[in-house]
């Protein structure tokens, strides 16, 4: 079993309005250091699975299919034995 721990961005070439607004509020609590903020999502997956490949090979469909939209954003996981 494995436990694929996938990370969704928007591309960097895309608004990030949910971003902006965590800026405008850090900024507004006093962090003046941050410059930016890009938010994204965090997803954990379960794939009971005993070959690394094809469980790598599972999550990388799911994230294409299903979480994460191809056109606007990116994704990356990281892998590990569960």
Do not use: H, W
């Amino acid at each position: 079993m494995f436990l694929a721990k996938i990370y969704v961005t928007l591309k960097s070439t895309v608004n990030d309005p949910q971003g902006r607004t965590v800026l405008g509020g850090l900024k507004s609590l006093g962090f003046s250091t941050v410059s930016d903020v890009r938010a994204g999502k965090y997803i954990q997956i379960k794939v009971a699975e005993s070959d690394r490949k094809r469980a790598e090979a599972q999550v990388e469909e799911m994230c294409d299919k299903l979480l994460a939209n191809p056109v606007i954003e990116e994704y990356r996981f990281e892998l590990e034995e569960a």
